[in-house]
């Protein structure tokens, strides 16, 4: 099963992400255990992915999402977090920090309620449009995330960067594309059917053109971080 595969974001011009994403999922993977807490959890469509690795799953959000909530526990993530303390194993933010306009306070929560010896896993962009306006805030480098994350007292594993400087600029280009298709429906199929093999063989190739690219953290799309409570 991979991760983005129930995930209602995964379109024909950004599928890469996501299959970036699921790398990184399944990278992780050994860290996944025990009661597992999906802060910013949206839809949750990561549940039954990571229910194959933990005992029990827990979606904190807030109620005035954008999204068709689908949280076991509401609370406000600029906020405190509505669980008790040393309650979670396993933590997971993905593409949750931008939108908190007290990031700090929400790491210092996740802290809180994160067992000893558990883990954090996040997910940032860096280099992504502004989007679910005005509830984005923050922009994020592996700098700005390491002082942060040891501010409230965790130990980081790593930081890695997602892409490289060749997939963030499709991926940009293609969303740029995107919001060209405008009109009658016929004009709107017309133009999105002229799009979809530029789409596709760009993404193809990107992964490919990275490889040139021997700094990703310059210019990438985003980061992935695990850390852990001592």
Not at 18 to 41: A, M, P, Q, T, W
Not at 91 to 104: D, G, R, T
Not at 172 to 194: C, E, V
Request: hydrophobic share 40%; glycine share 6%; aromatic share 18%.
């Amino acid at each position: 099963m991979k991760p983005s595969q129930f995930h209602n974001n995964r379109k024909e011009y950004n599928w890469l992400i996501y299959n970036i994403g699921d790398k990184f999922f399944e990278k992780y993977s050994k860290y996944y255990k025990g009661r597992l807490v999906d802060l910013g959890c949206g839809e949750a469509p990561y549940k039954q992915y990571f229910l194959q690795y933990v005992n029990e799953y827990i979606g904190v959000d807030w109620p005035n999402s954008f999204h068709n909530i689908k949280a076991d526990v509401f609370s406000n993530l600029n906020d405190k977090i509505l669980l008790p303390d040393d309650f979670a194993d396993t933590i997971v933010a993905i593409s949750v920090m931008e939108h908190l306009c007290e990031p700090e306070r929400f790491l210092r929560e996740s802290y809180r309620i994160l067992k000893r010896g558990g883990i954090m896993l996040i997910q940032v962009p860096f280099q992504w449009w502004v989007h679910e306006q005005p509830h984005d805030f923050f922009r994020y480098t592996p700098f700005g995330l390491f002082y942060m994350l040891k501010k409230v007292g965790f130990h980081i594993l790593t930081i890695e960067p997602q892409s490289g400087f060749f997939t963030t600029l499709i991926l940009k280009f293609n969303y740029f594309t995107l919001r060209f298709i405008r009109g009658p429906k016929i004009i709107k199929s017309f133009l999105r059917t002229l799009l979809r093999p530029v789409w596709y063989i760009g993404q193809k190739l990107a992964p490919l053109l990275d490889k040139l690219d021997k700094e990703w953290y310059l210019e990438t799309s985003g980061y992935f971080v695990l850390a852990t409570k001592k």
